[in-house]
């Protein structure tokens, strides 16, 4: 079952159920509030459940909640870890960088763009015969990259887009390839 198949009386009951469930993870009811409108959409953006291989939708949501919960500890974590070396670095001494660092940071920053440039173009070249993978890099290009919403863009079938990216992915293995001077894969 999906939530998108459900009655309004149905999808107010498990969302019931994923905020009592989020609340007692979090112990909070702004941050379960957060957490279970997140599931939610992330529920709404990715592909229909399938209960023959997946839990209930009530298990399958609260799993996405912990899941969420924990990614959001996670950073809450580094952001910590990195602020209190950012305050480390201010009380050694070494609280800015050198103009000539600044400097060499932006030329590598540069580099790095000619060179995805290049990539991008020589991929372009090379998947020039099939117009479909052609377009789901432009789509690619603009910061589509859930499958579902390629899937909504061109109004092709999870198995089409999917077979697509995994061309794009193993003609772009080869580009890298042959710029390290290994052997490239024979993409159909």
């Known amino acids: 079952m999906d939530i998108r198949d459900l009655t309004i009386e149905e999808n107010r ?3 019931e ?3 009592l469930a989020a609340k007692a993870m979090t112990k909070s009811v702004v941050q379960a509030e957060e957490i279970t409108q997140e ?9 229909k459940q399938n209960p ?9 949501l609260a799993g996405v909640a912990r899941s969420l919960l924990s990614i959001e500890r996670k950073s809450a974590r580094r952001r910590i870890e990195t602020s209190a070396g950012e305050e480390q670095a201010l009380l050694a001494g070494g609280a800015t960088a050198s103009p000539e660092t600044l400097l060499l940071d932006e030329a ?28 789901i890099c432009d789509h690619l290009a ?9 899937v909504k863009l ?35």
């Open 39 to 47: 599931t939610y959409l992330r529920a709404l953006t990715t592909r």
């Open 52 to 60: 023959d291989k997946q839990p209930s939708t009530a298990k399958h």
């Open 13 to 15: 009951a498990l969302y």
């Open 17 to 19: 159920i994923v905020l």
């Open 142 to 150: 603009d910061d589509v990259t859930k499958p579902a919403d390629l």
């Open 108 to 135: 590598q920053r540069r580099k790095d763009e000619t060179e995805a440039a290049r990539h991008v173009a020589t991929l372009r070249t090379k998947l020039a015969d099939h117009e479909f993978e052609v377009a």
């Open 154 to 188: 061109t109004g092709r079938t999870h198995a089409e887009v999917d077979a697509a990216l995994r061309r794009i992915r193993r003609t772009m293995k080869n580009i890298l390839a042959a710029e390290r001077g290994e052997q490239e894969e024979e993409v159909p």
